[in-house]
């Protein structure tokens, strides 16, 4: 069973940091990764999808890297703002393309 | 969003009744999941579907089924509602062919079970 660990749990910067969102996986049999942002009471949106084969994806101010051997995925928030306050979740796809869930990172970025 | 639609989006059921929750998509993807968020647990697998009639367990089926009789339909029952499912219960696809099994979630169902 894909166990996911987010690290921290919790964040609190002022506007303007870089922000640095740590996620680990132990199976590294893994299909895709993706990272999702999930504002309080609403859905999960998607962020970024890593292929396996990939070291790493950008958009715009978000970048991912992923080292699959070692079961470990980083998301980069470069110059936060306060509209990037949400929980960031990752998730590891494995068969099926079914997704294994960390229970997040809380991040607030302070005006 | 990729079309994905859960209904209801809130409700408030009695223990021991059957509950059906519904995910419609527009755009005919093969894969379909349901997943619940509780606190403490993130999200957690429920039941998924590979196809029409085509379905399979995932980490906390106990006391749930599922139906895909359409492509379009992904139909959620819990059988005999508990406390324990009160829960926000979430519907997913896997877009294969150009987003390389990039996942899609709905907005959610908040259910409690009074």
């Known amino acids: 069973k894909q166990e996911v660990t987010q690290i921290p749990a919790a964040l609190s910067v002022p506007e303007g940091e870089n922000l640095v969102l740590n996620c680990s996986f132990t199976?590294?049999?893994?299909?895709?990764l993706q990272w999702f942002r999930q504002d309080p009471g609403k859905g999960l949106t998607s962020l970024l999808l890593?292929?396996?084969?990939?070291r790493e994806q950008t958009s715009g101010r978000l970048n991912a890297s992923l080292d699959k051997s070692s079961g470990r995925s980083t998301l980069y928030i470069a110059a936060s703002q306060p509209g990037d306050s949400a929980t960031y979740l990752c998730?590891?796809?494995?068969?099926?393309?079914?997704?294994?869930f960390g229970a997040g990172t809380t991040v607030t970025v302070r005006a | 969003d990729a079309g994905i639609t859960q209904s209801p989006r809130h409700k408030v059921t009695e223990t021991g009744t059957p509950v059906t929750l519904r995910c419609h998509q527009t755009?005919?993807?093969?894969?379909m999941y349901w997943y619940r968020q509780d606190p403490g647990h993130g999200l957690r697998l429920i039941h998924y579907?590979?196809?029409?009639?085509?379905?399979d367990k995932g980490e906390v089926s106990d006391g749930y089924s599922v139906s895909r009789s359409k492509t379009e339909d992904f139909l959620l029952t819990l059988e005999s509602a508990t406390s324990s499912q009160t829960s926000v219960y979430f519907c997913a696809i896997s877009v294969l062919a150009s987003a390389q099994g990039e996942a899609f979630f709905g907005q959610g169902t908040r259910l409690t079970v009074v």
């Open positions: 199976d590294s049999a893994i299909y895709n």
């Open positions: 755009e005919n993807h093969r894969y």
């Open positions: 890593i292929q396996s084969s990939q």
């Open positions: 579907s590979y196809g029409v009639k085509d379905t």
């Open positions: 998730a590891p796809g494995g068969d099926d393309y079914k997704l294994s």
